[in-house]
């Protein structure tokens, strides 16, 4: 391995120091480079001048100078890695990730009895923590099954964003059953998913989005209910994801950009803490079930560039969400909707003009926020509050059939009350309670004659 800009071994003690590292650095890693490329003066110098190196130099050293530590990350580091670093016997933690590393992993160093972290991933669930972290390099080639056989407390392998080939190997959670992160992404890996993945009982992240994987997901996948992070983006995997229920413990799924076909399952709704939902750009169709809200912590949902049918949402509760900022114009699309749910949230900015534009909407709370401005005229322009009746409706949820506007308070609505309401003569309910209100009670207002509540305390 050699940084970038080298510095030749031949070179005088003097240029290695104002290179800082130059064969210095690079003796940690390829001690056989002070057998063969320097003379026994330039070894005695640069020993000495490692021994000095502090951790800002890359470096950490015990009380008696024994290098216990190498930290490589982000160095521009390019060539092949020793197998002659498993020989420092003192070495505890080796980084090496996001540098131009190629070639293949010697089994010299993942075999190693003295490293004990291989990265700067973090872990603190199993002891002796071992983490090995080779992302983004330019390594390649197959992974070697002979390489996982040495590595039986291994906790977390990141090599990502390499050039690695082959299949995934059958037999890492064999070898390592303490596997709990695999982070395989942005390779070349080919064929399917191995089945053996199913016996890393201890697995809670995996990913490999971004290679040529084929086939289906394995059905001993779908036993690996630690799983928090599931993630195989843009391969080629097919299938249905009738089994994805059984992962109880999963926060995201990520398996857009591949050839899954099929309904989303009912029992998608079994995924209480599910936050995304990536299933986007695949073959999939069927409606859109109703139990997905039952995924009460579902912030990210992408589903497009499928062949999903049916009516779009009807009902959509969204409060007591947390939600910050205008009430999005995404909205807007949402031609079917009838029944709108915003209250409770952080919202702030004026009602959009675009509301009236959801013909069949005729209930909508959007109280308990801090929405400003006045109250607009467009949402006396509403058909389903002009409407002579409403159809009944039939739902799997609770819906509201008064004709309302009972909604609006708790906010920070300024201005005089709209004559335009006076001409929603069916209106039944008027709640304006809260808000910085002003001026005169329309006296039209006595010409609603179905009015039954009307709420306007607390203004100004």
Same mark, same amino acid.
């Given at each position: 391995?050699?940084?970038?800009?080298?510095?030749?071994?031949?070179?005088?003690?003097?240029?290695?120091?104002?290179?800082?590292?130059?064969?210095?650095?690079?003796?940690?890693?390829?001690?056989?480079?002070?057998?063969?490329?320097?003379?026994?003066?330039?070894?005695?110098?640069?020993?000495?001048?490692?021994?000095?190196?502090?951790?800002?130099?890359?470096?950490?050293?015990?009380?008696?100078?024994?290098?216990?530590?190498?930290?490589?990350?982000?160095?521009?580091?390019?060539?092949?890695?020793?197998?002659?670093?498993?020989?420092?016997?003192?070495?505890?933690?080796?980084?090496?990730?996001?540098?131009?590393?190629?070639?293949?992993?010697?089994?010299?160093?993942?075999?190693?009895?003295?490293?004990?972290?291989?990265?700067?991933?973090?872990?603190?669930?199993?002891?002796?923590?071992?983490?090995?972290?080779?992302?983004?390099?330019?390594?390649?080639?197959?992974?070697?099954?002979?390489?996982?056989?040495?590595?039986?407390?291994?906790?977390?392998?990141?090599?990502?964003?390499?050039?690695?080939?082959?299949?995934?190997?059958?037999?890492?959670?064999?070898?390592?059953?303490?596997?709990?992160?695999?982070?395989?992404?942005?390779?070349?890996?080919?064929?399917?998913?191995?089945?053996?993945?199913?016996?890393?009982?201890?697995?809670?992240?995996?990913?490999?989005?971004?290679?040529?994987?084929?086939?289906?997901?394995?059905?001993?996948?779908?036993?690996?209910?630690?799983?928090?992070?599931?993630?195989?983006?843009?391969?080629?995997?097919?299938?249905?994801?009738?089994?994805? %229920? =059984? $992962?109880? @413990? !999963?926060?995201? /799924?990520? *398996?857009?950009?591949?050839?899954?076909? +099929?309904?989303? &399952?009912?029992? #998608?709704?079994?995924?209480?803490?599910?936050?995304?939902?990536?299933?986007?750009?695949?073959?999939?169709?069927?409606?859109?079930?109703?139990?997905?809200?039952?995924?009460?912590?579902?912030?990210?949902?992408?589903?497009?560039?499928?062949?999903?049918?049916?009516?779009?949402?009807?009902?959509?509760?969204?409060?007591?969400?947390?939600?910050?900022?205008?009430?999005?114009?995404?909205? %807007? =699309? $949402?031609? @079917? !909707?009838?029944? /709108?749910? *915003?209250?409770?949230?952080?919202?702030? +900015?004026?009602? &959009?003009?675009? #509301?009236?534009?959801?013909?069949?909407?005729?209930?909508?709370?959007?109280?308990?926020?801090?929405?400003?401005?006045?109250?607009?005229?467009?949402?006396?322009?509403?058909?389903?509050?002009?409407?002579?009746?409403?159809?009944?409706?039939?739902?799997?949820?609770?819906?509201?059939?008064?004709?309302?506007?009972?909604?609006?308070?708790?906010?920070?609505?300024?201005?005089?009350?709209?004559?335009?309401?006076? @001409? !929603?003569?069916? /209106?039944?309910?008027?709640?304006?309670?809260?808000?910085?209100?002003?001026?005169?009670?329309?006296?039209?207002?006595?010409?609603?004659?179905?009015?039954?509540?009307?709420?306007?305390?607390?203004?100004?």
């Amino acid at each position: 391995m050699k940084p970038i800009q080298k510095s030749s071994c031949s070179s005088n003690t003097s240029r290695i120091a104002m290179r800082i590292f130059g064969c210095a650095l690079v003796i940690p890693l390829f001690l056989a480079s002070l057998a063969i490329s320097c003379t026994e003066q330039e070894k005695s110098s640069m020993l000495q001048f490692i021994t000095e190196l502090s951790q800002d130099d890359g470096l950490t050293r015990s009380s008696d100078n024994t290098v216990t530590g190498i930290f490589l990350a982000s160095r521009s580091l390019q060539g092949h890695i020793s197998p002659s670093l498993g020989n420092l016997a003192g070495l505890l933690h080796l980084n090496m990730s996001h540098n131009l590393l190629s070639g293949v992993l010697p089994m010299e160093l993942v075999s190693s009895n003295s490293i004990i972290v291989l990265d700067e991933l973090q872990s603190s669930t199993l002891q002796p923590l071992q983490v090995l972290n080779i992302s983004s390099n330019l390594f390649k080639g197959r992974f070697p099954s002979t390489t996982w056989q040495m590595m039986k407390s291994l906790v977390a392998l990141n090599a990502s964003n390499n050039s690695f080939t082959g299949q995934i190997p059958s037999n890492l959670c064999v070898n390592a059953p303490s596997l709990a992160v695999l982070h395989l992404s942005y390779n070349q890996f080919a064929g399917s998913i191995p089945p053996g993945l199913g016996n890393c009982s201890m697995l809670t992240s995996l990913n490999a989005g971004h290679n040529n994987l084929s086939g289906t997901l394995p059905d001993g996948l779908f036993n690996l209910t630690l799983l928090d992070h599931l993630s195989f983006p843009s391969n080629q995997l097919e299938g249905s994801l009738y089994g994805i %229920s =059984k $992962l109880i @413990n !999963l926060g995201t /799924l990520d *398996l857009g950009g591949n050839s899954f076909s +099929g309904n989303i &399952p009912d029992s #998608i709704g079994e995924l209480k803490i599910l936050e995304e939902l990536h299933l986007d750009h695949n073959s999939m169709s069927g409606e859109l079930p109703s139990t997905l809200s039952n995924c009460i912590n579902l912030i990210i949902i992408n589903l497009k560039s499928n062949s999903f049918s049916g009516e779009l949402t009807k009902v959509l509760a969204l409060d007591h969400c947390s939600l910050s900022g205008n009430i999005p114009f995404w909205l %807007s =699309k $949402l031609r @079917n !909707l009838e029944v /709108l749910l *915003l209250y409770g949230n952080q919202l702030t +900015g004026p009602v &959009p003009g675009w #509301i009236n534009s959801l013909k069949f909407l005729f209930h909508i709370n959007l109280s308990n926020n801090s929405l400003t401005g006045e109250i607009p005229t467009a949402l006396m322009d509403m058909l389903m509050l002009k409407a002579d009746k409403i159809a009944p409706k039939v739902f799997e949820l609770p819906v509201y059939k008064s004709k309302s506007l009972q909604y609006r308070m708790y906010n920070n609505f300024i201005g005089a009350i709209p004559q335009s309401i006076c @001409n !929603l003569t069916d /209106l039944e309910m008027l709640d304006l309670s809260s808000n910085h209100l002003t001026g005169a009670i329309p006296p039209a207002l006595n010409n609603l004659h179905f009015l039954s509540e009307f709420n306007i305390s607390n203004n100004d």
